[in-house]
């Protein structure tokens, strides 16, 4: 990585304002899955090392309507939680705007700690309003941006308050951006992706970079059902783009001899759990009537071929429905076979978000090699995109 991170830095004395990621789940002020916080405890704890004078710390969480702040989303269960996790007192400031506020935090001393209310609460934040980021700053000499996940959003709390401080990554942006970079660009090879989820369109840029740099592409989901239908094939009432068939024509000519596509798949007929299934080939025209909600056991086999020799393994995506238990078993399977090949010694990379979910509900997460805690920023990162929370920071 060609940034600055807190080991370059002396933070001995200094004020470190601290972006990270705690969009946790909440329900009813009760944290259901505390992984961003814990993933952030290394750059906590890295950074109370130096000695610094005061930590504080800054995240959004949900979507309430910005500049409204909504209990719900309340960052207060979230300091109790860290407090927790770290073993140490952790305050928490509901008015971080006020000057009372700013003079307060101006006071902490002895590396205390001390959470600031849901950045999004406060207009401006995602439009990256210049003065908003100039009263983040006042809590700080020095910046660290640890928020990976919301890294490729110029936010008032990522972006742009990096401009008022010497601006510099934390370990755990460090090592996302080191694993998921090098990965796709400087992969042990081969290197196989594995892409899925429900549409074509939003991937359209991954499944084109990866064509590029990956040996093979992989593809299940929803998304595959479009490749299917621009080939000629029926689909029933499987979830499709029409919009993006051309795309799909182009990726498959694009691809020819690396992108891999289902060979069978598990359809249904309707959208819930108990419907009737059946498996067919995806060669063969599906039933007026049915939609594919899973790769089938064929696929499964032949997956596992193509990823036999893999060295690397990127992974976007489940491959059906997996949020209902009978349509699981090609996301179940895929996850199963990238932790026996992480035992193996092959690195195994997933970017995030729904397949992320599904290695953790596995129970396999120890047995994979990085998981993302960024899904949106992980897909910009493997699209090749810059992400503005990064470029803000110093340079090497
Ligand atoms: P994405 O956000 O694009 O990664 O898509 C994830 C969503 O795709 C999940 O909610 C899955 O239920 C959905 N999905 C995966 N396969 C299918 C399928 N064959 N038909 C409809 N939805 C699917």
Known sequence: MNKQTIRDIDLKGKRVLVRVDF???IEGGVITDDTRITAAIPTLRAILEQKPKSVVLMSHLGRPKEGQPDPQYSMKPVAAELSKLIGKPVEFESDPLSDAAVEKASKL???????????????????????????????????????????????????????????????????????????????????????????????????????SKADKVLIGGGMANTFFKAQGHKVG???????????????????VGKLILPIDGVIADDFKNDAKTQVVSTAADIPDGWQILDIGPKTIEAFRAALSDAKTVVWNGPMGVFEMPNFAKGTNAVAEILAELTGKGVVTVIGGGDSAAAVQQAGLAEKITHISTGGGASLELLEGQALPGVVALKDK
């Open 23 to 25: 969009n946790v789940p």
């Open 109 to 211: 001393d002895n590396g205390a700690i001390l959470v600031l209310e849901n950045t999004r609460f406060f207009a401006g934040e995602t439009k990256n309003d210049t003065g908003l980021a100039e009263k983040f700053a006042k809590y700080g000499d020095v910046f660290v941006n640890d928020a990976f996940g919301s890294a490729h959003r110029a936010h008032s709390s990522t972006e742009g308050v990096a401009r008022y401080l010497p601006a510099v990554a934390g370990l755990l942006m460090e090592k996302e951006l080191n694993f998921l970079s090098n990965a796709v660009d400087n992969p042990k090879r081969p290197l196989v992706a594995i892409l899925g989820g429900a549409k074509v369109s939003d991937k359209i840029k991954v499944i084109e970079a990866l064509l």
């Open 237 to 255: 009432k499987s979830l499709v783009e029409d919009a993006a068939l051309d795309t799909a024509k182009s990726l498959l000519e694009k691809g």
